[in-house]
């Protein structure tokens, strides 16, 4: 099973909070929305891996790396693409904000009663199916501070078809 990272970077002094996601520019995940992050190498830890990838990705190094939790992911029709990923947090890091020729990044608003006119809504039609699943109450929880709690998901395990549809999770 694949070791991979998945970061969510927070900017919580803008007004109002922004969330940075990537569109996926090529590769297993082309076209969609998601955290910062990829596979973990041998000679690394899930923690150097989650720092290089977001420098590699974004050019954002983190600063403040905070473990929320651990997600597994089941392909019906590519087993080796089976995954155990470790989700984390950021809200302090240095750097500037690049696209890299495997992520297309974009600051969207992560507080839903904000008045702004130039952020849109998380683009969740454009996110793997997962998402819909753990990802609003993971911000609705964990995003409003920065704490090392871990986050206690709904679900753990996720299961996707041949067309990468999301079939079951528990």
């Given amino acids: 099973m694949l070791r991979t990272n998945l970061c969510f970077f927070i900017d919580n002094s803008s007004t109002p909070r922004r969330l940075l996601l990537g569109l996926k520019k090529k590769g297993f995940g082309k ?12 000679d690394e830890t899930i923690d150097e891996s989650a720092i290089r990838e977001c420098v590699e990705e974004v050019g954002l190094k983190p600063t403040n790396l905070v473990k929320r939790g651990e997600l597994q992911y089941y392909y019906k029709n590519q087993k080796h693409m089976n995954t155990h990923c470790t989700i984390y947090t950021i809200d302090m ?17 992560l507080d839903s009663d904000s008045n702004s006119d130039n952020t849109d809504p998380l683009p969740y039609d454009l996110m793997w199916d997962d998402m819909k699943v ?16 871990p986050t206690k998901f709904t679900s753990t395990n ?3 078809d041949e067309n990468d549809n999301l079939i079951s999770h528990n």
């Fill in 31 to 42: 076209g969609r929305w998601n955290g910062i992050g990829g596979k973990k190498t041998d």
């Fill in 93 to 109: 890091w240095t750097g500037d904000l690049i696209e890299s020729d495997e992520m297309s990044p974009k600051w969207w608003n």
């Fill in 134 to 149: 753990w990802f609003p109450s993971f911000i609705n929880s964990d995003f409003k501070t920065a704490t090392t709690t």
């Fill in 158 to 160: 996720f299961y996707f």
